[in-house]
């Protein structure tokens, strides 16, 4: 595989010429308007270290993606025949070129290969250099940047250079134009320190034609529980394999901490028959795992307590991802202080087995993302998905809106030097590759007003998007939000869940909290319910998700639930609203894995299915 993606390289190359010229003038790479809120403090400590990584160019990523999308398109006859991590390697490396010219490059600066680490695709170079060689190496001025509203500081540049010969070798080199505004996506409005009300055990069940039994608990109007999800996605029932080979996953960075104590305590009050489960952490990059109850993480808690509790036994593990250390001006520490995402790839894509199903609930404001940067990692999601791997993502807390879950302090002004008032998507649910989450409250479900939707300013609408998207747009009454946003682009949320008055437990108390946070852990669940029944029927797990789940939302109605009720009010709008069909609020809807499970438990290929009257085989 590797020599033939070597040979498709040296095509597209063609006989370049090996040898870099030496001395080759400095041009300029990329430059950025600072985000709002950064202001620049002082020059940055020429002694302070800092993690250069430097992205080569992945000449047939194009190829990876035509990959991608017919192992994940239940019409191609290749579904499910996912890649290998060899092959999927072999389609991301660099051009054999690009590789040498950035070595030279490196030497003449004095850096040699055993300074340098590689990611397993070879395609990022990384290597650890004080200021005052990176600022020679980029031509450029490193500053201390501050954040005024967090106190944050970050050591950066609004623009670098490359030599000239460079250019069409390197895609980017961070951290240089990052500025970053990472977070997890709880709630804090919605946070609860009071122990949830009893509910009242007399109170009549709900009924609910599309739950299992047709009946949902009175509680869960007001708690949700995992009983509560299992009833209202029609999954009761269903115990999952713990010997198939199915595994879940959750993402943790930000130093939050999964507190197995508080697991267990979970369990006890929401699923008995998990008394004793426990589930595998991993580090990442020197993540900690930090058992105190007063390091506790909400956010952590939340995710492993929700997307483990719905797949018990289905084994599970907490991948904590060392996050960006903040910069202290009087410790000349090493800071790498990159998007955290780009290490848990480097340690994901390295793993010849990851979990089927990885749910995560951290996210930035798209447009504090550089465009470079940002396509970066969206690939990387793009090679999980070819490997096999399904992945969401909650899509945000503020509605149309930025992260910013109060309305009050949003802001919504383009970061493009115009200023000008826009509506603020999130990275990465705008990568088309991953599957983002919005969110629904109550039964009847309706959207829940703080679940993030919208379209992507960066990511163009992906083809599986084409028929239900610009349904939904044409819906929209002429001008509608004109100039707030792209209705080209990737549009978010794919689908939805439960996202408030989830019951959690955090350092030996319990919640009640909400976010879409909430929502991704829990349809990353009934995905792996999924996968975990395909496994157990000899079939290969779903992957990549969004073709799919598009395809059976246009052609079967029963298989999610569909919100029509409610809106995502942000940037002083009232926002999108819950429409019959998909919508920018809840996407498709949530999911009914009774239904769902009997679809992708058939072998697409060779299927027969009716299509508007028609009957067509697959
Ligand atoms: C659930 O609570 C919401 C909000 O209070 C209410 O509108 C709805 O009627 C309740 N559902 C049921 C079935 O009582
Ligand atoms: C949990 O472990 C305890 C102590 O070993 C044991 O008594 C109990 O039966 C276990 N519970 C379950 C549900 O496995
Ligand atoms: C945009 O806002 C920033 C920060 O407030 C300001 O420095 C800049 O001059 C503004 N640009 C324009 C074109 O108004
Ligand atoms: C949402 O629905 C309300 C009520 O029907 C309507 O007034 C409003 O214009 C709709 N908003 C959008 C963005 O379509």
């Known amino acids: 595989m590797r020599s033939l993606a070597v040979y498709l390289a040296a095509l597209a190359f063609g006989s370049a010429v090996l040898a870099a010229p030496k ?40 190829e990876l993606e035509r990959h991608l999308y017919e192992v994940s398109n239940p019409f191609h006859e290749r579904y499910g025949a996912h890649l290998t ?120 069940p709900i009924s609910d034609p599309t739950a299992s039994g047709g009946k949902v608990d009175a509680s869960c109007n007001e708690t949700i529980t995992i009983t509560c999800l299992k009833q209202l996605y029609n999954a009761v029932g269903f115990t999952p394999s713990s010997k198939n080979g199915n595994k879940i996953g959750v993402t943790g960075y930000l130093g939050q901490f999964a507190n197995l104590a508080d697991f267990e305590l979970f369990n006890e009050d929401q699923l008995p028959e998990a008394a004793n489960a426990t589930f595998n952490v991993v580090s990442v990059n020197g993540g900690q795992n930090d058992q105190d109850p007063d390091d506790a993480g909400d956010e952590a808690d939340l995710d492993v307590q929700f997307a483990f509790g719905l797949t018990f036994p289905t084994p599970a593990t907490f991948f904590t991802t060392a996050g960006s250390p903040p910069f202290i001006p009087d410790e000349l520490t090493t800071s790498n202080s990159n998007e955290p995402y780009t290490e848990w790839l480097d340690f994901i894509l390295e793993d010849p087995n990851p979990p089927q199903t990885i749910s995560t609930s951290y996210a930035d404001d798209e447009q504090t993302v550089p465009v470079s940067f940002a396509q970066r990692v969206c690939n990387g999601f793009a090679q999980l998905g070819a490997r096999g791997v ?25 970061n493009d030097g115009r200023n000008v008032t826009r509506f603020i998507p999130l990275f990465p649910p705008s990568c088309p590759f991953v599957t983002a989450v919005g969110g629904t409250i109550h039964i009847p479900e309706t959207a829940v007003d703080f679940s993030g939707g919208g379209f992507s300013n960066v990511f163009a609408r992906p ?55 909430a929502a991704s852990p829990t349809f990353a669940g009934i995905v792996s319910l999924l996968n975990g029944a395909r496994i157990s029927s000899g079939l290969p797990p779903l992957g990549f998700l969004n073709p799919l789940i598009y395809a059976i939302g246009a052609i079967d109605p029963s298989a999610f639930n569909d919100i029509t009720v409610g809106n995502n009010p942000g940037c002083g709008t009232q926002g999108f609203n819950a429409t019959k069909g998909w919508d920018a609020v809840t996407g498709l809807g949530t999911p009914n894995f009774g239904r769902l499970k009997e679809i992708v438990t058939l072998d697409f290929i060779g299927l027969e299915l009716n299509i508007g009257g028609t009957s067509v085989t697959l």
């Open 23 to 62: 001395g080759c003038a400095h041009k300029v790479k990329e430059t950025v308007v600072p985000p709002r809120g950064w202001t620049k403090a002082a020059p940055a400590p020429a002694d302070h270290t800092i993690e250069l990584r430097i992205g080569l160019p992945q000449p047939n990523f194009a």
């Open 85 to 204: 991590k060899e092959e999927v390697e072999a389609l991301i490396a660099p051009h054999p070129e690009s590789i040498q010219v950035v070595d030279e490059w490196l030497l003449s600066h004095g850096l040699s290969p055993e300074d340098l680490s590689r990611s397993p695709a070879q395609d990022w170079v990384k290597i650890e250099v004080p200021v005052r060689l990176a600022e020679k190496m980029l031509d450029t001025e490193y500053h201390v940047w501050v954040h005024e509203a967090s106190g944050e500081s970050l050591v950066r540049t609004t623009s670098y250079s490359l030599p000239e010969n460079l250019h069409e070798h390197v895609d980017l080199v961070q951290p240089t134009t990052l500025f970053s505004t990472f977070k997890k996506m709880r709630s804090t409005a919605r946070f609860s320190k009071t122990t949830p009300p009893v509910p009242v055990a007399s109170a009549p």
């Open 390 to 414: 399904s992945l969401t993502f909650s899509s945000g807390d503020g509605g149309v809106g930025d992260g910013d879950p109060d309305p009050a302090t949003q802001e919504c002004i383009s």
């Open 463 to 517: 083809a599986y998007q084409d028929i239900l998207v610009p349904e939904f747009l044409s819906k929209l009454a002429p001008g509608t939000f004109e100039g707030l946003f792209n209705p080209n682009g990737r549009a978010i949320p794919d689908v939805a869940a439960q996202a408030d008055l989830f019951k959690v437990f955090i350092g030996g108390e319990a919640f009640l909290i909400g976010g879409t946070s």
